[in-house]
Every structure is written in C-alpha cells, then in structure tokens.
C-alpha cells in the first residue's frame, strides 16, 4: 500500500473543490461526508485498492488548510514505476468538476482488471517488438558471413514472411481455444525458435528458423491487440493500441541496441538471437496475471448454455475486403521501408553498425509521440481523418529520407517517425473491432496473411527496383503510390468505429446477448 499526504493552503473560496470527488485517473464516490471533510474510494479506476481522505481548517491568517490522506494500491505490474512519479504529480491538485484526464492517462479511466490485462500485454509488446526486428536488424551482418546479396536478402525476407501463412492456423485456435493459452504458448514457442537461428550455417536454416518464429511472434501480435480490444472501455481502444504499438517499439529499440557490437567480430550477429531465452521466465510469471479476455469468456458461457442448433457467426465479407485491401497497400510500402533501412545507411550512405544504431534510436524514438497523440486523437476524433493524415505524412517524409544525405535525412526520418506513427493506432484498432468474437482470431489472421503478401510483393519490388535503378531511394519512391491509394480508400470507404461498444459494431454478439 502507498500512501501520499499532501497540505495545502489555499483561499477560502478554492477550498470546498478539494471535498468533491476526483473524475481523472479515478473515478472516485463518496463515502463519508461532514461540513469539513470526505472521505472517497474508488469507483472506476486502476488500483486494487483506493481511499482519499480529505480535512479542512482554518489558519490565523483566514486562508483554508487542505489535509490530505491518499492510500492506494496500483494495479499496474511491471511499469507501476513508470506511472507513480505521474500520478503523485498529479494528485496534488484538486478535483475538476468536468472530466480531465491528464496528457499520459487514456481518453477514460480503467479499473483494476483492464490495468492489469494492459499492463502485462504491454510486457508481452516488448519481447514481440525484439522478435519481430531482429531480423531486419542483423540480416545485412549475417548475409556478409554468408556471402549474399541484396537480391538473396529480399528473397530471404519474402520468404520469411510468405512463412507467416502459418500464423492464420495458429491464430484460429485463439477462438475456439482461448486467447490467453494461444499467446502464451505462442510467445514461449518464439523465443524458443529464435534461439535456433544462433546455430545457423548459412541463409536457408536462418531463413527457416525465422520463418517459424515470425508466425509465432505474427500470432502475439495479433492476439495482443485482439485482447486488448475486447478488454478496453469503448473509448480507449485506439489509446491502448498505442501503448502496446509503443511498448513493442520499446522491443524493437532493445534489438537495435544489438547493432552496437553485430559488427565487431564475424558471426557477433548470433548473440542477439539468444537474447530472447532470458524473457521466457519472467512471461511465463506475468502470464499468471493475465485473465481470459471476457468476451472470449462470455461467448463460450452462451455456447454451453445454448440449446438447439449452435451459435454462428459470420464474418463480414465486405469488411475483411475493405481492411485487406488497406493492409496490402499499407505493406506494400512499409515491409521494404523498414526492413531495407540498415542496407541503405550501410551500402548507400556508409555508416557504421554504432551509427546505425545511433541513428534508428534517435530518428525512431520520437515516434513515440506520434503513437501517444495518435491513439487520443483516433479515439477523440475518429479513426479515418487520423489515419489518413498519417498514412499521407509518414509516406511523404519516408522517401524524401531515402532520397537525402547528412543532416536532411536525420531530419526527414524523424519527421516520418512522428507523423507515420500518428496513422498506427488508428488502422491497427479496426481488425479487433470490425468482427464479432467468435471470428475475431481467424479475421485477423487472415488479414495479417494479406499484409505479409503486400510486404513480401513490396520487399521483392524493392530489391528488384533497386537494383535496376541503382539505389533504394528511387524504389522507394515508386511504391509509394501504393499508401497514397491507400489514403483515398481510408478516406471514403473505412467506417467510423470509434466510442461505440464491440457489440453495436457487431450485432451478432448483441443478438446472442438476448
């Protein structure tokens, strides 16, 4: 239990707002009240324990002295030392009448268990994130120890990402199986691979360990947002989005910190593959924190209670259509972006595997703010605008990256970071919210399989392109097109999702609540 004791003195006119209950972080009701003092817990909020106890007096000088007593318990494992230093700035002023939710909480506050389910998925991010940068980040090293070239890279890559086919059988099983036993196993079973790909003699056995691994770390992927979704209030979803998307390029920045050493001896590259064996312990205790998703659980008390023919659902066809197309447009661009970004900076603009690293961390990580702005924008504002704006900026300041030298090309790639980053909470919430939960697994599968075949068409074009025109900028800046149709699509033909509950976005979950 923490406890934080605060005294102000205040005008006597200000003093009565610190009697009233908090509308923020937590959602607080009253539970004792005189002339001169209440006593609160939480209603709604992210503690598994809350009491706020609030005393007023006067001083000689007439002026109202504020004494209070907060006790909480938060529940937020893991990154609870991230949010106190936040949340004790923030108790120390008094209640809003209106709702106010400070610039690092979501849009509406979170009770215990949706703090808890985040949290641990946000953990979960993390080691995906690793898994799922690791080989762009050390492929051009392992290609030198092998002996391949650009061509032999992007076939590896198509190849390893074609292998993702494998992630939509996998992800399937979440809906008849559950969520949590599927991604748990999932994740162990990637770092597991992984590891293997330490031991490889060549591009084919790194190519087929990776290929294994990619699907399971596709399919943590996709369960993490899946769950996230069905565990949110309606109003956050986008936000959470953007605080997993984060923590898995918290991941990513680990890998990329692995770029600081791959080239200082033949074959150094390896180590980085066993890097995430050490992560399988502690999931593994995170794992017991973790609930089933409870709609998951919902619909299967609906199934065994059900008499007569069994529930069914369909997917909607025009729905999967629309987001399958944006995910291969998307892909299309973003695959060869990001994958083909270490070769460039290596071959095309010679910089060593320490300014390698220097420069992803630096021009990456402000994409966090992007992240963070888009998921309250998209759940304030809507989905369609938010995107769009994003998809068009990051796509824009992304080829004039490719196509720069010296100080430009820093200052274009965090530009695109920021701006591009925007547009990912809100495209990644609409898998999750356009299908009903009996489906949600396999149509996210099956949107992911489309988006590998854009990446891996895109990562072919690329190499291909490149190649033709002797450089990676003005291959890039052909497949662009693909994103700019992507933007128009967004534009007229994505729904508007957001603030409305799962249920009403998919009546049949309704209709089987009756």
Not at 365 to 378: N, R, S, Y
Not at 421 to 448: H, K
Not at 476 to 502: D, G, H, K, N, S
Request: charge should be positive; aromatic fraction near 8%.
């Amino acid at each position: 239990m923490t406890r934080l004791q605060h005294r102000h003195r205040v005008p006597h006119d200000s003093a009565r707002a610190w009697l009233a209950p908090r509308n923020d972080v937590v959602v607080e009701r009253r539970t004792h009240e005189t002339s001169t003092s209440s006593t609160f817990e939480a209603h709604v909020g992210p503690f598994h324990e809350w009491q706020r106890n609030v005393e007023l007096s006067v001083d000689t000088d007439g002026h109202t002295i504020v004494d209070e007593i907060v006790d909480y318990r938060l529940a937020v494992p893991v990154w609870g030392i991230l949010f106190r230093p936040a949340l004790r700035h923030h108790l120390r002023r008094p209640p809003r009448a209106e709702q106010h939710q400070p610039w690092w909480a979501p849009p509406e506050a979170l009770d215990a268990r949706a703090a808890t389910v985040l949290s641990v998925l946000c953990a979960f991010a993390v080691v995906s994130g690793y898994l799922g940068t690791l080989i762009t980040q050390t492929l051009t090293y392992a290609a030198d120890q092998f002996g391949a070239g650009t061509g032999e890279q992007g076939t590896l890559l198509a190849i390893v990402r074609i292998g993702v086919l494998l992630s939509l059988g996998i992800v399937a099983l979440a809906d008849s199986h559950g969520r949590k036993r599927v991604l748990v196993g999932a994740l162990i079973g990637a770092c597991l691979i992984t590891a293997v790909g330490a031991v490889s003699t060549g591009m084919a056995w790194l190519g087929l360990s990776q290929t294994f691994a990619r699907s399971l770390s596709t399919v943590v992927v996709i369960l993490i947002a899946v769950m996230a979704a069905e565990e949110m209030p309606a109003g956050t979803r986008a936000f959470a989005v953007s605080v997993v998307t984060m923590a898995a390029a918290l991941g990513a920045g680990l890998c990329v910190l692995n770029l600081v050493y791959v080239d200082a001896a033949v074959g150094a590259w390896r180590v980085a593959y066993l890097v995430p064996l050490i992560a399988i312990y502690p999931c593994l205790q995170m794992a017991r924190r973790l609930p089933e998703s409870k709609r998951y659980e919902s619909r299967q008390r609906r199934v065994a209670a059900a008499s007569g023919p069994g529930l069914k659902d369909r997917i909607h066809w025009r729905r999967f259509a629309l987001l399958a197309t944006g995910a291969f447009l998307w892909s299309l661009f973003l695959a060869p972006a990001a994958q083909f970004l270490n070769e460039f900076l290596r071959t095309e603009r010679g910089f060593s595997g320490i300014l390698i690293a220097v420069f992803v961390l630096a021009t990456n990580t402000p994409g966090g703010i992007g992240i963070v702005l888009g998921g309250k924008l998209a759940d304030r504002h809507g989905r369609r605008v938010i995107g769009a704006i994003g998809i068009a900026g990051g796509v824009l300041f992304t080829v004039v990256s490719y196509l720069s030298w010296g100080w430009p090309l820093w200052l274009a790639s965090v530009t695109a970071a920021v701006i591009g980053a925007v547009a990912v909470p809100a495209l990644a919430v609409y898998g999750p919210e356009l299908f009903p939960t009996s489906q949600r697994g396999t149509a996210n599968g099956g949107l992911q399989v489309v988006a590998v075949t854009g990446s891996s068409l895109g990562l072919l074009t690329v190499g291909w392109l490149a190649d033709q025109l002797g450089g990676l900028g003005q291959a890039m800046a052909i497949v662009a097109i693909a994103p700019a149709l992507l933007v128009v699509v967004v534009l007229i033909w994505f729904p508007e999702t957001a603030r409305r509950e799962l249920e009403d976005l998919n009546p049949s979950d309704k209709e089987h609540d009756r």
